[in-house]
T-cell receptor
Framework: GQQLNQSPQSMFIQEGEDVSMNCTSS?????WLWYKQDPGEGPVLLIA?????ELTSNGRLTAQFGITRKDSFLNISASIPSDVGIYFC??????????FGAGTILRVKS | DGGITQSPKYLFRKEGQNVTLSCEQN?????MYWYRQDPGQGLRLIYY???????QKGDIAEGYSVSREKKESFPLTVTSAQKNPTAFYLC????????????FGEGSRLTVL
């Protein structure tokens, strides 16, 4: 079945630094989504991407739907302490199945 | 406020016991889902329901059961047949046709002693 490879697994960065994470697959996806999960909570949708090549921003977050439809990245600019959490990518297959990456754990030093 | 409510937040059970996790939503969403989350893994789909009185198995349905008697409610029963039930369980919902854009509850952490 389809799998998403999300990297890095974890990051420990200084407050104010920019962050980048990505998801890749050998399969194509029709939609890419990025979620954030705070400790002990459910994930919250950050950004949804619907077309190959699409670049979308949400405040300090920017995400892109790869032109090959097999990858996506998420950038966070000027990280702050409340950015800590787990970031998940998810891809919706042509068969309407939703597949999640394993997550990137973000820790920020203040 | 509209949202998804899961209960209990924490649950302990002995081996061999069934346990039921509650999920209620007041978003008027047609579709509801149950996911299991284990450390270092992506969310895995247990069951989903797109309409009242109908539900489908997900990728890891063995040892679980669900019902959808009301639009607002989608309880999950973790049965004694589930070999490794200790996990964080997440309920989600969305309107019909919005497969990827899920609204999640706060989760229920089940620990089997």
């Amino acid at each position: 079945g389809q799998q998403l490879n999300q990297s890095p697994q974890s990051m420990f960065i200084q407050e104010g630094e920019d962050v980048s994470m990505n998801c890749t697959s050998s399969s194509i996806f029709n939609t890419w989504l990025w979620y954030k999960q705070d400790p002990g909570e459910g994930p919250v949708l950050l950004i949804a991407l619907y077309k190959a090549g699409e670049l979308t921003s949400n405040g300090r977050l920017t995400a892109q739907f790869g032109i090959t439809r097999k990858d996506s990245f998420l950038n966070i600019s000027a990280s702050i302490p409340s950015d800590v959490g787990i970031y998940f990518c998810a891809g919706q297959t042509p068969g309407n199945k939703l597949v999640f990456g394993a997550g990137t754990i973000l820790r920020v030093k203040s | 406020d509209g949202g998804i409510t899961q209960s209990p937040k924490y649950l302990f059970r002995k081996e061999g016991q069934n346990v039921t996790l509650s999920c209620e939503q007041n978003l008027n969403h047609d579709a509801m889902y149950w996911y299991r989350q284990d450390p270092g893994q992506g969310l895995r789909l247990i069951y989903y329901s797109q309409i009242v009185n109908d539900f489908q198995k997900g990728d890891i349905a063995e040892g679980y059961s669900v019902s959808r008697e009301k639009k607002e409610s989608f309880p999950l029963t973790v049965t004694s047949a589930q070999k490794n039930p200790t996990a964080f369980y997440l309920c989600a919902s969305n309107p019909q046709g919005a497969t990827g854009e899920l609204f999640f509850g706060e989760g229920s952490r089940l620990t089997v002693l």
